[in-house]
């Protein structure tokens, strides 16, 4: 089966990092850009950056750029977000999406994980 | 940054009813990158429309995009009662691929 399978919710105190994954299955990791996006508790989705798993070409939006960082490790189809030090601001809920199209940097998400929720509060 | 905007905020209609949405860029879109997505409460979002017009894998044909350059158009022909949602824009054209706030289609 073609998904892409997220980490679990995170509940972490104000200044404490955070990693969270999402692992794509059934189709060639490497070969398609991978995103993330941001909802925020009621709010819309904001695009925070994509990464392509095959060299780990990466583009982030400059609300997002130094806040957080995308990586990826292409020996276990996964994609990572992290934060070094979060913010109560942080909290929301995160989606990674893969784009439409082999190897297309220009595309739309036709794949998304679940989402992983990170709650941070003191 | 191309900033998107959508209107209305919310449509409330009946079902059986058309349903008609805009969303409008700051700068023209290139290539016609603009898609559409349907995102229902406690679930991801979907893809519905690609390429300004063209429907997504599985999305039945009621649903159509329509526009080019900064101003374009999702058309529900006939609401269903699983329409009922949040929809958002997305450029695709120039990084940053910016989302619209969205327009909520609920039941009048």
């Known amino acids: 089966e073609v998904q892409l399978v997220q980490s679990g919710a995170e509940v972490k105190k104000p200044g404490e990092s955070l990693k969270i994954s999402c692992q794509g299955s059934g189709f060639s990791f490497t070969s398609y850009w991978v995103g993330w996006v941001r909802q925020m508790p009621g709010k819309g989705l904001e695009w925070m950056g994509i990464?392509?798993?095959?060299?780990?070409?990466?583009?982030?939006s400059p609300s997002f750029q130094g806040q957080v960082t995308i990586s990826a490790d292409k020996s276990i189809s996964t994609a990572h977000l992290q934060w070094s030090s979060l913010k109560a601001s942080d909290t929301a809920m995160y989606y990674c999406?893969?784009?439409?199209?082999f190897g297309d940097g220009y595309a739309p998400f036709d794949l998304w994980g679940r989402g992983t929720l990170v709650t941070v509060s003191s | 940054e191309n900033v998107l905007t959508q209107s209305p905020g919310t449509l409330s209609l009946s079902p059986g009813e058309r349903a008609t949405l805009s969303c409008r860029a700051s700068?023209?879109?290139?290539?016609?990158?603009l898609a559409w997505y349907q995102q229902k409460p406690g679930q991801a979002p979907r893809l519905l429309i690609y390429?300004?017009?063209s429907r997504a894998t599985g999305i039945p044909d009621r649903f159509s995009g329509s526009g080019s350059g900064t101003d374009f158009t999702l058309t529900i022909s006939r609401l269903e009662p699983e329409d009922f949602a949040v929809y958002y824009c997305q450029q695709y054209g120039s990084s940053p691929f910016t989302f619209g706030p969205g327009t909520k289609v609920d039941i009048k």
């Open positions: 999406a893969r784009h439409k199209g």
């Open positions: 700068q023209g879109v290139s290539s016609s990158y």
């Open positions: 390429g300004a017009s």
């Open positions: 990464i392509y798993p095959g060299d780990s070409d990466t583009r982030y």
